[in-house]
């Protein structure tokens, strides 16, 4: 086919090829600036050319990695520079790390509440029962809490081997540890607040209010704390830190959401029961844990741990179940 070509292309082919394998490469590179023939070379140009699948085909992977020397590879490597441009708090929020650390750090703690509650509620429980053993009264006769609350606990009612008490009247003890709780925290709010308003007249006004600590002006002011603490709190949630705390919840005596009157009118009344503490040893005795507040508001204290069933532990419910029978 070659020889159906014009003879001019014939020669000039020829010719070509002779001038090509006559030249020396080493020679035309020692001849030439390499540098400036690569800088007149149209790199993209090129690689346009340049089809890369065919190109690794052609590349003998196993034997390049024999060539490679992985040690002095890495040593070559600045680390420091390289992490550097590594973003580690994308990574590891994209590797869910943060999530399962606070699911695990929430239910730990909150397995460790509810068997703090649970220990409570039993205290409350065998109190009762020393109480009505006490006064001669039928302890399976004792009134579970209000009957709309006692009979959505009832639908809800756990699985778990254990017996559900949400609804149900709170006991004693866990109603003493809630008003503890909650003294702590009007005391150390208060103790902050005032070192804070303190430091405040010394500094801008000039004033040393120290000299009033424990005057009727300091107790007035803490009386008002605690009043303002305690309505807040109940108009609000229903419920104080501390209860929230031990998992009491205040509700009227038919069950419903305590109202800001009620509120209002059950912490104004709190303090009739401190006469005497008879208020408190009321609420001991009671059948439904009344204190005297309670009575005068209408109020009761129920368990209430928030999306969760309040149960009683599972030893306790196994010797309320045989003791039944």
């Not at 010719?15 to 007149?40: H, K, N």
């Amino acid at each position: 086919m070659s020889e159906d070509r014009p003879l001019w292309q014939r020669v000039t082919g020829e010719v070509s090829s002779r001038v090509v394998s006559a030249i020396d490469p080493d020679v035309v590179l020692d001849e030439i600036d390499v540098d400036a023939f690569l800088d007149r070379v149209d790199v993209n140009r090129l690689l346009d050319r340049v089809d890369p699948n065919a190109l690794l085909d052609r590349v003998d992977v196993d034997r390049l990695l024999e060539r490679v020397d992985p040690n002095a590879l890495l040593d070559r490597v600045d680390v420091d520079r390289l992490l550097a441009h590594v973003d580690l708090e994308a990574i590891v929020r994209r590797s869910g790390i943060p999530d399962i650390v606070a699911e695990s750090t929430g239910a730990l703690g909150q397995r460790g509440l509810d068997l703090l509650r649970r220990q409570l509620v039993a205290l409350d429980v065998l109190i009762d029962k020393v109480t009505d053993s006490l006064l001669r009264r039928d302890f399976s006769e004792e009134p579970a809490g209000p009957a709309r609350l006692v009979a959505d606990a009832r639908r809800d009612e756990t699985r778990s081997g254990r017996r559900s008490v949400s609804g149900h009247y709170a006991g004693p003890v866990t109603r003493a540890v809630a008003l503890a709780l909650d003294a702590a925290i009007v005391v150390g709010a208060f103790t902050l607040g005032a070192a804070g308003v303190e430091f405040l007249a010394r500094v801008f006004l000039g004033i040393d209010l120290s000299t009033s600590v424990g005057s009727p002006v300091a107790l007035l002011a803490i009386a008002t704390w605690a009043w303002v603490y305690s309505v807040s709190c109940h108009t609000i949630a229903g419920r104080t830190v501390g209860k929230a705390v031990v998992g009491v919840r205040v509700v009227t005596r038919d069950g419903r959401t305590l109202t800001a009157s009620r509120a209002f009118w059950r912490t104004l009344a709190f303090p009739l029961s401190w006469v005497g503490g008879l208020g408190f040893l009321l609420a001991a005795i009671h059948r439904e844990h009344l204190a005297l507040h309670d009575l005068l508001a209408g109020t009761t204290s129920v368990y209430d741990w928030g999306e969760r069933a309040a149960e009683l532990s599972g030893p306790l419910t196994a010797f309320l179940e045989r003791t039944a029978d």
